[in-house]
């Protein structure tokens, strides 16, 4: 049984409509800072605030370490799991997933209960911060890295590598790491994505980074924060946009590795 | 005590046992190859030579030196994998020469040997290739000439060629031999495939049901079978249920036909199973030969080889007759008396 083509258009169409709408609208809106005309005006101002970097570039750092603290979390122990225990992989599915479960201002408290006092006192530095970014990170990184590892074949590979004399340290280093190359990129995006747009940690946990300054620009200006906003989507987007188009350029190189052809 | 000594080695998986018992020793330079069904316990042996698995009981001796339990990467054994196994993010070049670039061998040296060895596999100008760009054919003899490079003591191969075509399978076969041949380099391989096995190796080791059933010569596994199972997995195979009518004399009866062998029939019971290569048989009478009449079932041609299936009365045999421009097929229906030497069959008691 097809569905009558029309249908299938006008379900398109209101969805096409339901995301779009309010991004024209913001858009619209963030160029109306003069009256009468549309002008870039709601962005210079932006640009002008020296805050506005200060905290782009705080988050910017924070989001680099997070990635890179996530990705030597992650990536080894996704591949022992694979190679060694794949009974544990639903519970290691489980835990990354726990950010979607547990409320970000409860990951938070916890975070705060945990490290806000001895003998592990992180919240004086942004450490609390990362490591609430690392679990946020979690569920998108494992992820990746997992659906990366699964399309190789890194039991052989890895065993291949052995008998040539490589460690474990060399194995992860020379064979691993590239093999997921789009896989990682992947993983990697997402989370840049996510930290640069946070509020709840960086709120609560009160750092200057990119989602709180958003949120307090808007509680004092009306034309700005909707700049800001549409760049900030626009980052996610970027993201997204290059993730897809990492993702075909390699695939070809991923398919070629699953063996016998 | 040879180059490689495999000593009464035995391995469980959760209880169930994998391979018992297995005792062999390999002379250096020499291409011995594990033949069995699936399941047979022929790759995890080897697998247990390599370090991937260690033995439960039983110990492995690498010239004078006990490698039981040690790892992978500190055995000097290079391997080859069904799957090829190429690092995909590595140019071939690159491919071979990891193993010497983990030994931190110098730049020039790692050059030198990387050119050697695509000389070797015959692909010198496919150094700067990916993996993704080559043949499965080509995959291989890469992956062979990586395992090669770190000139290991001892070369295992893991059925390489299962993942082949057919007619690349028989040419990279004989690639095999001939570079182990040149590096005189001790082997062992791991197949399914009888022919293989037959062809390239000095020695077949038959498993089965994770126990070896026979160690010898191509020559003497297909010839001299040493028990039921090797019979009947390696070639095409006979298993005649025969009538005793004299023990002492061999004489044994085929569906009411009489027939001598000269092989010994040692068992008080009043039936045999002769076992008969296809080719022991011929088409027509021969002197001093025995001979049997039966109706023709059917005629396959395969070309070098045509396959005759005769009735016998209750049995079914399969002569196989060398294909030649004047023979003349039988006919389907028809009687049609074939020969066999007294000495072509070989008797199972307790049939």
């Known amino acids: ?261 | 005590m040879a180059f490689l000594d495999i000593n009464h080695a035995s391995k469980t998986f959760a209880g169930t046992p994998a391979v018992r018992d297995f005792d062999l020793h390999v002379e250096k330079g020499e291409l011995v190859s594990f033949l069995g069904p699936s399941g047979c316990g022929k790759t995890t042996t080897l697998r247990m030579v390599a370090g991937f698995e260690v033995p439960n009981e039983g110990t492995i001796v690498l010239d004078g030196h006990d490698i039981t339990n040690k790892a992978p990467s500190q055995r000097d054994v290079g391997m080859v994998f069904q799957a090829y196994a190429l690092f995909p993010n590595m140019t071939v070049g690159d491919n071979v020469g990891f193993g010497l670039k983990i030994a931190k061998k110098p730049k020039e040296q790692i050059a030198a040997r990387v050119k050697e060895m695509l000389g070797l596999i015959r692909m010198p100008d496919l150094g700067d290739r990916y993996p993704y760009q080559l043949s499965g054919g080509q995959q291989q003899r890469v992956a062979l000439a990586r395992a090669l490079a770190i000139a290991p003591q001892v070369l295992l191969l893991d059925e390489p060629l299962s993942a082949l075509d057919a007619k690349i399978r028989v040419e990279l076969r004989y690639e095999i031999r001939r570079i182990q041949r040149q590096l005189k380099i001790t082997t062992i391989y791991v197949t399914h495939d009888q022919e293989e096995a037959l062809t390239l190796s000095d020695r077949v080791v038959v498993m089965s049901a994770g126990e070896i059933e026979q160690i010898g010569s191509p020559f003497e596994i297909y010839n001299y079978p040493a028990t039921a199972f090797v019979a009947s997995f390696v070639g095409t195979l006979n298993q005649l249920r025969c009538r005793v009518v004299d023990a002492a004399s061999g004489k044994l009866a085929l569906g009411g036909q009489q027939f001598t062998t000269t092989a010994l029939v040692k068992t008080a019971a009043a039936e045999v199973l002769v076992m008969l290569r296809p080719e022991e048989l011929h088409m027509g009478v021969r002197a001093g030969d025995n001979s049997l009449t039966g109706k023709v079932e059917s005629v396959a041609f395969l070309g070098s080889v045509v396959r005759v299936h005769l009735k016998l009365g209750e049995s079914v045999v399969t002569l196989d007759a060398l294909n030649e421009r004047k023979l003349v097929l039988p006919k389907v229906g028809e009687d049609l008396t074939v020969s066999f030497p007294p000495h072509g069959c070989w008797v199972l008691a307790g049939a």
């Open chain 1, 1 to 261: 049984m097809r569905r009558h083509p029309v249908w299938s258009w006008f379900w398109f169409i209101l969805g096409i409509l339901y995301f779009f709408i309010p991004l024209v609208s913001t858009l619209e809106f963030s160029l109306r800072m003069l009256k009468g005309r549309y002008t870039f005006e709601a962005y210079r101002v932006a640009f002008q605030d020296p805050r506005f970097y200060q905290s782009f570039g705080f988050s910017l750092l924070w989001a680099i370490v997070t990635i890179v603290i996530s990705l030597l979390l992650v990536v080894p122990t996704a591949y022992w799991v694979q190679l060694k225990l794949p009974k544990a992989r639903p519970y290691v599915e489980f835990v990354t997933l726990m950010p979607f479960v547990v409320p970000a201002v409860v990951l938070t408290f916890g975070l705060i209960r945990m490290y806000g006092r001895p003998p592990l006192v992180l919240t004086t530095t942004p450490a609390a911060l990362i490591v609430g970014y690392v679990v946020l990170s979690l569920p998108y990184m494992y992820r990746s890295v997992d659906s990366g590892l699964r399309a190789v074949d890194i039991r052989t590979l890895t065993e291949a590598a052995q008998s040539l004399g490589a460690n474990w340290g060399t194995i992860l280093k020379d064979i691993i790491f590239p093999s997921l190359r789009v896989a990682l990129l992947s993983g990697i995006f997402l989370t840049f994505a996510i930290v640069m747009g946070e509020f709840t940690f960086a709120s609560l946990l009160s750092w200057p980074a990119f989602g709180p300054y958003i949120e307090e620009i808007g509680a004092m200006r009306a034309y700005t924060p909707q700049a800001v906003s549409l760049m900030s989507f626009l980052i996610t987007w970027g993201s997204i946009v290059l993730i897809q188009w990492l993702g075909r350029g390699a695939r070809g190189a991923q398919i070629q590795v699953g063996g016998a052809r």
